[in-house]
């Protein structure tokens, strides 16, 4: 038989490569709406699909322990004594991974007693004495052994599954220095770690190596131990039963007594159903095309996911008449879709459960279906805000908007929320959305009208209903949908900005940019881009010979945070000059996106997200707002081209002070804090008196900043170091200064610990409204995942029940405003503050309203502290 006509044997170690695609692929993006992990199954059958489609093999098998019992521990029970726990996170997934091998129709082969390895060498025993290709792929040394000219290893490298190094016997002597059969006794000499076999003290590989070549085997070596000299002889001859022992047990079996032979283990045809069925359960919607191509079943899998569709209804096109008499007949929630171009409504879709009707957006049907949008009838929308925009640019207000898919699905997983209708659909009803290729010019498929689109939008609110916990339900209902049409009219409006103003600002610092970059120049005696990384480097660490900063992929790293730290150990002209030309080059960058942005009535119109956080905050974008520079000369430049705008007599700007503490103050209960806020003192005032054991009128400037420092570090995990850098002070000062302050404001330090542990318990952190933010890596193995969980634990639940405040502070006073008949309006929210273009004659009323709804937005043990200012823009306006 010719090579080319040779059968092809895969044998696969399943634990193994699952266990390493666990940790090559993040735990967090890997979990079914159920919360069962599932990234270790992702990462396995992802690389075995990329390996049966490159191999073509004929024969295939993937082989699993059945504990971590076998005969190996009881000859030795330090036998992989060392091995952790099994992660909490990985439990679980093997059964599953069976499950998926199973529906594929790949045989799964595992023995009470014996490892996998075992079986892998027995059926690469007998695949080569068959007549069989064998290919071994395994993530375990010990099955280096195994090559020979018919079998061939294929080994994962560092980075995971995804890419394996191909080893066959030369591959193996270049690499090891011996022929594979050899390879454990290399083992055997050196230890090995991952099983807990210590080696020979002082042999490693190098050593081990020479000595197999200078005695031709492991066995003469040992009988000839006394003729190797030097200290490592020594600690040979002590260690010749270590030695016998490691190679007893790193020799693998090729006699197993297998209930499968390798011509039992043929390819087979995949079961359609079976896997659709279970990459559905488990969420795998990108993998079910790729295995049905592996496969050929493209066309059964086609059928299936057909017959498991429910039959999409053809949309009615009624008149504007009927249309209106089909909504009121409705009798229930209607799914909504409505379609934009040029931010005005083109055609809008309406759907119950079970049919759709649709319309072209005409004059006609506008005026016909004003009253039932503006009406309570319960509508249900997917990203519902810019279709509201598009509806009030045409006149048309919406009431009773009583569910939003997007923002649904981003409370149920902030981490990754699903971006599109689309992700919504394929996740929660495990369909795909009919969608035209946007890159054809006349596209092949047709997709979904606005009727239809409403429909899915319907399904899937009944699917997210049914996950939704009450409290979160309540969220969506009370706070995120009044905020959304609270930000779509905050959006239309507006806010007025100074062209002139950015314009001069901009090229004050184009001037000043120049200026400094020729200081820098001359201060290394030649011309440089000072944006260039690499070109940097070179500067500062070859040419000025500065200490090396933090290593990164392409050198070392020349970000502000780091060169600041730099300048600092060890200041330099061209530091200085290169740190004041990224400031000054940032703030135009800053500038000139705003500038940009400013439209025809002279307003900008960003765009608020408000899914973009995983603790509830708004952000903003084109542009983004919310990374205007604070309380420095060059932001109030800035914020100075903020005006009000013509025909109002002024802006308003109002914050909350201090909230995030009086929010911690609150949730810890801790009384000496409440103190503090309620004794209507200075709190850092306050707080340091106590710390530091003085009257508050003798807490000096500086115990103040330290105070304050300690109590806004504690809401964000800060450590005793990160204090002393922040504070620049002794690690051994600030860790003092933190006992001081628990000692004083324990029950804030219990409050902390406990609201850890029950995140580590419940999976999530839950804030006052009941917003959940989930925290999976509190129980990871990987150290630095779980501490940057645990600090970001401790802030969520006081970040995220900030958010919330504020947001219901806002659409009160926007509704308020409305009922009261103002022409004043909300204009911006940026962090903690409000900006309101206050109309003339409605100071009064407008300040009374903004106080009054922030003050009263929770029901705190702590006065909602609220600063107003006024001005003709925002700097002026700032307080």
């Not at 195994?146 to 079998?151: A, I, R, S």
């Not at 406990?754 to 193995?781: K, M, N």
């Amino acid at each position: 038989m010719t090579d080319s006509a040779k059968p092809t044997l895969l044998v696969v170690d399943g634990h193994s490569l699952a266990y390493r695609a666990f940790y090559a692929l993040p735990v967090e993006n890997f979990s079914t709406k159920d919360g069962q992990h599932t990234n270790g199954i992702y990462g396995f059958l992802a690389m075995l699909i990329n390996l049966v489609k490159a191999e073509k093999p004929t024969h295939m098998a993937v082989a699993f322990d059945t504990s971590r019992q076998s005969f190996r521990t009881r000859e030795y029970p330090e036998y992989k004594a060392n091995r952790s726990e099994t992660p909490s996170e990985f439990k679980g997934q093997i059964p599953l991974l069976q499950d998926c091998l199973a529906a594929m129709s790949i045989q799964v082969v595992q023995q009470e007693d014996i490892e996998a390895d075992d079986i892998l060498a027995t059926l690469a025993a007998q695949g080569s004495a068959d007549g069989f290709d064998v290919l071994v792929c395994s993530g375990d040394r010990d099955t280096i052994q195994l090559v020979n000219d018919d079998v061939t290893l294929l080994y994962p490298n560092v980075q995971g599954v995804s890419q394996l190094k191909r080893y066959d016997r030369q591959a193996v002597i270049d690499r090891y220095g011996v022929p594979p059969e050899q390879y454990p006794d290399i083992a055997a000499l050196v230890g090995e770690t991952s099983d807990n076999l210590p080696g020979v003290p002082k042999v490693g590989e190098k050593t081990a190596v020479k000595w197999l070549t200078q005695f031709g085997s492991l066995d003469d070596l040992l009988e000839n131990a006394d003729k190797v000299t030097g200290v490592v002889g020594g600690n040979l001859r002590e260690n010749l039963d270590v030695v016998r022992r490691n190679r007893q047990l790193n020799r693998l079996m090729t006699d197993v007594a297998l209930p499968v032979r390798p011509r039992d283990l043929e390819v087979r045809p995949m079961d359609a159903q079976a896997v659709r069925d279970i990459f559905s359960r488990l969420e795998f919607k990108t993998l079910i095309p790729r295995v049905a191509e592996l496969a050929g079943i493209e066309q059964q899998m086609a059928a299936v996911t057909s017959a498991a569709a429910v039959p999409m209804p053809v949309p009615a096109e009624p008149s504007a008449a009927d249309l209106v008499e089909w909504l009121r007949s409705a009798g229930a929630e209607v799914g909504v879709t409505v379609t934009t171009e040029g931010g005005l409504p083109a055609r809008v879709g309406f759907a119950v459960a079970d049919a759709a009707a649709e319309a072209s957006w005409t004059p006609e049907v506008a005026d016909a279906l004003a009253p039932w949008f503006a009406s309570d009838a319960p509508k249900v929308f997917s990203d519902a805000k810019p279709q509201v925009k598009a509806l009030r640019r045409a006149r048309v207000s919406v009431g009773g908007l009583a569910f939003d898919t997007a923002i649904a699905g981003w409370l149920l997983r902030p981490s990754f929320p699903d971006k599109t209708l689309a992700d919504l659909v394929e996740r929660y009803l495990d369909e795909k959305l009919p969608q035209a290729d946007p890159t054809q010019l006349v596209p092949e498929t047709e997709g979904a009208t606005p009727g239809q689109l409403s429909w899915f939008t319907l399904r899937v609110t009944a699917s997210l209903r049914a996950e939704l916990p009450e409290r979160v339900t309540e969220l969506l209902t009370d706070i995120e949908l009044p905020t959304l049409l609270t930000l779509a009219d905050m959006e239309l409006a507006g806010v007025a900005v100074s062209h002139e103003k950015l314009s001069d600002f901009s090229a004050e610092l184009g001037a000043r940019a120049d200026a400094i970059a020729q200081d820098a120049y001359a201060a290394i005696g030649r011309e440089v881009n000072l944006g260039s990384p690499k070109q940097l480097q070179e500067v500062l660490f070859d040419e000025l010979e500065l200490p090396k900063t933090r290593k990164t992929k392409t050198g070392y790293s020349t970000d502000a945070a780091v060169l600041a730290d730099l300048q600092e150990s060890n200041p330099h002209p061209f530091l200085d000059l290169l740190l004041q030309h990224r400031e000054a080059t940032k703030l135009r960058q800053i500038i000139e996106s705003l500038d940009t942005a400013i439209g025809a009535d002279h307003r900008i119109h960003t765009t608020y997200v408000q899914t973009g956080s995983q603790t509830g905050r708004l952000s903003s974008t084109d542009p983004n707002l919310q990374n205007i520079p604070i309380r420095t000369e060059e932001s109030r430049r800035i914020r100075a081209a903020f005006e009000v705008g013509a025909d109002y007599a002024a802006l308003l700007t109002a914050d909350y002070s201090q909230i995030e503490m009086r929010i911690m103050a609150h949730l810890s209960g801790d009384p000496g804090l409440i103190e503090a806020f309620n004794s209507g003192e200075d709190t850092h005032r306050f707080v340091g008196a106590r710390v530091f054991g003085v009257e508050p009128g003798d807490v000096t400037p500086a115990m103040r900043t330290k105070v304050k420092a300690m109590s806004y570090g504690l809401v964000y995990g800060l450590s005793a170091f990160g204090l002393s850098k922040q504070l620049r002070i002794d690690q051994s000062e600030a860790k003092q200064l933190m006992t001081e302050y628990f000692l004083r404001f324990g029950a804030v330090r219990d409050y902390l610990r406990s609201s850890v542990e029950q995140a580590r318990i419940d999976g999530y952190t839950e804030t006052i409204f009941g917003r959940r933010r989930p925290f999976p890596d509190l129980t990871s193995p990987n150290r630095v995942l779980r501490e940057n969980a645990e600090r970001a634990a401790l802030n969520a639940p006081i970040q995220g029940s900030a958010a919330d405040i504020m947001k219901v502070a806002l659409f009160r006073i926007h509704d308020e405003f409305a009922a009261e008949g103002l022409a004043s309006r909300v204009l911006l929210q940026i962090h903690d503050e409000l900006v309101v273009e206050v109309a003339e004659g409605e100071w009064d009323a407008a300040e009374r309203i903004v106080r009054t709804r922030m003050g009263d937005a929770a029901e705190l043990s702590v006065p909602l502290d609220v600063q107003i200012g006024r001005g003709a823009n925002w700097d002026e306006a700032g307080h």
